[in-house]
């Protein structure tokens, strides 16, 4: 299967794993994956922050790596891309007030293109309108935006992930081997060792 070419949506206090794994499991496996951010051009950076489940009635936060984007979010025209990968953090929070990234979100459910979202990725989806009938899995606090947006909420363990269609989801970065798997399958992708 000849490499696909992603678009992966970040911002500032995104979660640190859920930008930098999947945009360097992606990559090892061949593909070419495109980190965008609004406003931002290639080399410029984000701010990301670390995730924890350390026993608290939430996740912790801590200060994560700076990523560095290479690509130019205002270049990006959708039609280019094989599948979108939207990262989980805060950034999802304010991305969905910029309607340039609700129209990249719809175009890749509109030509039916695999989309990856993890943890609070779905508040994107929920903004874009795309989740009416959908089985989506997310972090446990955005399961009300999900089912107002006429989403399935997928109530699954931390590690695990679910599919719908060219939808792949999960609830947070413990899930990545579930979820990558998952999304390359879609991909059609094949990895053998």
């Known amino acids: 299967m000849p490499a696909k070419r992603l678009l992966l949506l970040c911002g500032d206090f995104a979660e640190d794993y859920e930008t930098m794994v999947p945009f360097q499991a ?13 406003d931002k051009r290639a080399g410029d950076t984000i701010a990301t922050a670390i995730h924890d489940f350390e026993g608290d009635q939430t996740y912790s936060e801590k200060p994560g790596h700076r990523f ?3 690509a130019d979010f205002a270049d990006v025209d959708p039609v280019e891309y094989d599948g979108l990968v939207v990262v989980g953090g805060r950034a999802p929070e304010y991305l969905r007030l910029n309607e340039r990234v609700i129209e990249l979100v719809r ?3 509109s030509a039916d293109k ?11 989806l929920a903004a874009a309108r795309v989740l009416e009938g959908r089985r989506c899995s997310a972090y446990p606090a955005c399961r009300p935006e999900v089912e107002l947006a006429g989403g399935r909420y997928a109530d699954i ?3 695990d992930a679910v599919t719908d269609g060219n939808l792949v989801t999960a609830p947070a970065w413990p899930a990545h081997p579930t979820w ?3 999304f390359l399958a879609v991909l059609g992708t094949r990895i053998e060792l």
């Open 114 to 124: 695999p989309v990856a979202a993890i943890c609070h990725g779905a508040q994107l």
């Open 26 to 38: 992606l990559q090892a496996v061949g593909h070419r994956v495109d980190a965008v951010c609004p």
């Open 107 to 109: 175009h890749f459910f």
């Open 157 to 159: 363990a931390v590690d």
């Open 68 to 70: 560095t984007l290479n």
């Open 180 to 182: 990558l798997a998952q």
